[in-house]
T-cell receptor, first 117, second 115 residues
Framework: AQKITQTQPGMFVQEKEAVTLDCTYD???????LFWYKQPSSGEMIFLIY??????QNATEGRYSLNFQKARKSANLVISASQLGDSAMYFC??????????????FGSGTRLQVQP | DTAVSQTPKYLVTQMGNDKSIKCEQN?????MYWYKQDSKKFLKIMFS???????INETVPNRFSPKSPDKAHLNLHINSLELGDSAVYFC??????????????FGPGTRLLVL
């Protein structure tokens, strides 16, 4: 079974600084996907970034980058130049290979990020 | 254009009632999901449908019954609602891309409160 662990229930960061949100995972699959989602106080789930297990380069999307260390089974999210609007709950998630047919996401418990002015 | 939509957004009802939540996606995806987010914000898969066929049915009480009339719609019917059913229910959809990447896109959620 897959497992996602987010050990930081809450994080604070000063505006304009960078912050790293930790995520470790466990799986027996050789092929898998890793995702980060943002959930602001309004409640919607916003897709941020994706990393495939066979991707050699770390994924980047604007101010978001995913620090993927396969041997350590970690997929940390780095947000550069934090903005007040980044204050939200952040979820790390993992998918199984599409060939298994069981493509649902397994989520971590989330990290609540608060950006301070 | 809303990619994944859910109705209603809020649902307040009495214990014992039956209610339905509707989901529609206009992304042309072949797979749709229902997730439940509990009061501690933990998200867990409930059901998954691929081309109208039930693929995943996690350990969900049989009071919950999903129905997929077509590829773009996945509804969730709940019988005999209980207090513990109070949660946010998210619909999502996805499709495997050419490179094997598959991203799930979520609806806005339905906040269910059972009194």
């Amino acid at each position: 079974a897959q497992k996602i662990t987010q050990t930081q229930p809450g994080m604070f960061v000063q505006e304009k600084e960078a912050v790293t949100l930790d995520c470790t995972y466990d799986t027996r699959d050789q092929s898998y996907g890793l995702f980060w989602y943002k959930q602001p106080s309004s409640g919607e789930m916003i897709f941020l970034i994706y990393q495939g297990s066979y991707d050699e380069q770390n994924a980047t999307e604007g101010r978001y980058s995913l620090n993927f260390q396969k041997a350590r089974k970690s997929a940390n999210l780095v947000i550069s130049a934090s903005q007040l609007g980044d204050s939200a709950m952040y979820f790390c998630a993992m998918s199984r290979p599409w060939s298994t047919g069981r493509r649902a996401l397994t989520f971590g418990s989330g990290t609540r990020l608060q950006v301070q002015p | 254009d809303t990619a994944v939509s859910q109705t209603p957004k809020y649902l307040v009802t009495q214990m014992g009632n039956d209610k339905s939540i509707k989901c529609e996606q206009n992304l042309g995806h072949d797979t749709m999901y229902w997730y439940k987010q509990d009061s501690k914000k933990f998200l867990k898969i409930m059901f998954s449908y691929n081309n109208k066929e039930l693929i995943i049915n996690e350990t969900v009480p049989n009071r919950f019954s999903p129905k997929s009339p077509d590829k773009a719609h996945l509804n969730l019917h709940i019988n005999s609602l209980e207090l513990g059913d109070s949660a946010v229910y998210f619909c999502a959809s996805s499709q495997v891309g050419l490179a094997g990447q598959e991203t799930q896109y979520f609806g806005p959620g339905t906040r269910l409160l059972v009194l």
